[in-house]
Each structure stands twice: as structure tokens, then as C-alpha cells.
């Protein structure tokens, strides 16, 4: 029977938490609507929705890790110190600063690749360009050089003006322009405007290449930009998962079926709240339907999953054991958690333009001050 109980409220808790988290591609849907039949006034309003949306996630996320995830982490880490008898050290906050360190020197890395592929296209784009304009300035100085001209001698003409006028009669009776002579002294306007001509076609041609590499590159890093965002987002997808997964550790646990109902119906308000909030951050940065569709899932997945490993610890495992494995990647997630709703969530929208800045801080402390309540009731029916 309390098996039973467990598989119902976990099920709904599944269904509960999937529909709330693709609840934000219907605002996409919206907006894309409105990009079509609609003015831009109002796909402006749809986007700074969005905005506020994200504002809000990002202070649920900091209120999470400060007040539910940092807590079950020390808790986690005095139990195993109390049961070794180690002395008293910031482990805690140790291993959160790892899990943060750890996803910023991972990130780093990816960006470091990221950067040498870049730089790698660029020479190889550019040395290309070098030879496209080693020939187009190759050949038309060329066609300049066997171009007729008037009043300049070269040494072929040295030596055609020693044969005398019968060169004349072989070139044929094509006298000179009249505005080729000027008091009696060759004039080259002719000849510097065809010079100024070729000059000005490389110069255009010059600055086409240039503009189209510059193009090129611009689109290579607002790429790369992108996939800094998605790498972020999948993070974040990542440390709520953990802590999902946790959550429905903690539930596989309980033995007394009424007080796991009371914590479950909490627990749904807390992740229906975070599901949307995944979505929102995956709409924000434009991921595709199926993508957030398959994250929201996984988010939803973890709870049934961390209920299945509980029964598991409950049975077979030893509570020192499970208290280890619980402290250390808690730690890791709670260090994620915060390193994504900084870099990710506050600076990304602190820096964009959709929406007022103060309402932005304003959305902020409202989706912490949510979370807080939901945790303060949490507590009291625990």
C-alpha cells in the first residue's frame, strides 16, 4: 500500500512537473505569431515577457541554492563528520566551491577550444584572401603595363624611334590625341586617370574582401557566443536534474506515508516552479521545441529516478554510505547552481535591453521571495 502511494504521487508529480516546463513554448508560440501578423510593438512585449520570466527563474535558482541546497549539503557533510569523528571544517562550502571551480574550469575549457577553432578558420580564411588579392592586383597591372600610352617611352620604344619613320608606317597613321600634347610636352592626364581607375578597383575590391571576411568572422563568434549559452543552459539543466534527483531520493526514503504526501504536495508547487523556470531559460536562448521538450522531460524523469535509487538505499545500502554519496554531489550541484544563475541568468540579463533594469532586480527578489515561502511551509509540514 505505501509503495502504491509512493508510485501515485510520484507519477503525478512526473506529469505535474513536464506540462508546467513546455508551458513556455506557448508564449513562443505566441511570439512567433506575432513576428508574423502582428506589429512589432507587441513582439517587443513578448520578448521582454520572456525577460521578466527569466529575471524571475534566475532569483527561484539563487533562492534554491542558498536556502535548500547549501543547507542539505551541510547537513549531509556534519552527518558524515559526526560519524568519523573528524573535527569541525567548512566542508560544506569546500565542496560547493569545488562544484563551482569545477564547471568554471570546464566551461573554460570548451571556450579555449572553441577560440582556437575560431582563430584556425580565420588564418586559414585569410591566407586565402591573401592570394585572391595577390591576383586581382597581379592582373590588372599587368593589362596597365601592356596598355598602349602615349608620351611615355619604354625601351622597346628606344628602341622602335632608331628605325626611324618607317616604325610610323608599320604602326599605322593613328596620330596621337590632340589633349595628348601640351606646348609641345607630352601630357599624361590620360595615363593618370587610367592609374587612378585601377587604383580605385583594387581599393573597392580591397574593401569587398575585407567587409566579406569581417562577416564571416562576425558570424563565427555570435555562433560560438550562442553555444557559450547553450553550454550554460545545459548546465543548469544538469544541476536541477541532481537535485531532482535527490529530491526524489529523500521521498524513497520516507516510511511514514502521511508525512511524504504532505512533503510531495509542497514538492510539486517547488518544481512546477522550476520546470517553467527550465523552460524559460531554454526559450530565452531560442532552443529548439524538441530540445526543450526532451530537457523537461529529463527534469521530470529525475524525481521517479532518485525515488527508485532511495527504495534501493533503503534496502540495501547503509546510511554512511548514502550520506557520502548524497554530500558530495549536492555539493557539486550547489556550485553548479550558483555559478549558472550568475554568469548565466543576472549578468546575461542585467546587460540585454528588453526591459527596464530596476523591473529586472524587481523580478528577481519576487522569484526568491517565492521560493522562500514555498521552503518556509515546506519545513513547517516537515
Known sequence: MALAAKIISLTALF????????????????????????????????????????????????????????????????????????????????????????????????????ERQLHGHGHSHGHNHGHSHDRKDSSPLLQHRHSPSYGVQSDDS??????????????????????????????????????????????????????????????????????????????LLIALSVHALFEGLAVGLF????????????????????????????????????????????????SPVGFGIGILMLAYASTYLGRIFSAVFQAIATGTFLYVTFFEIFFHELNSKECHKLLKVLMMILGYAVITIVLYFENRIK
Open 158 to 235: 628606344h628602341d622602335s624611334s632608331d628605325s626611324g619613320e618607317s616604325d610610323n608606317d608599320e604602326k599605322g597613321d593613328c596620330p596621337p590625341p590632340a589633349n595628348a600634347l601640351d606646348n609641345g610636352h607630352p601630357v599624361r592626364h590620360a595615363e593618370h586617370r587610367n592609374i587612378q581607375n585601377v587604383e580605385d578597383d583594387l581599393a573597392n575590391d580591397s574593401n569587398e574582401d575585407h567587409e566579406h571576411e569581417h562577416s564571416i568572422f562576425a558570424d563565427i563568434s555570435k555562433k560560438h557566443h550562442n553555444q557559450r549559452h547553450y553550454l550554460r543552459s545545459y548546465l
Open 15 to 114: 506529469i505535474v512537473t513536464f506540462i508546467s516546463g513546455l508551458l513556455p513554448l506557448k508564449l513562443r508560440r505566441k511570439r512567433e505569431q506575432s513576428d508574423e501578423n502582428l506589429a512589432a510593438r507587441q513582439d517587443l512585449r513578448r520578448k521582454q515577457l520572456i525577460s521578466l520570466g527569466t529575471c524571475f527563474a534566475g532569483g527561484a535558482f539563487f533562492a534554491s541554492s542558498m536556502l535548500e541546497l547549501l543547507p542539505a549539503v551541510e547537513k549531509d557533510f556534519k552527518a558524515v563528520f559526526d560519524s568519523a569523528t573528524i573535527s569541525n571544517f567548512p566542508i560544506a562550502q569546500f565542496g560547493v566551491s569545488i562544484g563551482f571551480f569545477f564547471i568554471l574550469l570546464v566551461e573554460q575549457i570548451v571556450h579555449v577550444v572553441k
Open 255 to 302: 516510511q511514514n506515508i502521511d508525512s511524504m504526501i504532505q512533503v510531495l504536495g509542497a514538492l510539486i508547487i517547488h518544481k512546477c516552479i522550476l520546470g517553467f523556470s527550465i523552460g524559460i531559460n531554454l526559450v530565452q536562448h531560442s532552443f529548439p521545441a524538441m530540445t526543450v521538450a526532451w530537457s523537461s522531460f529529463l527534469f521530470s524523469a529525475m
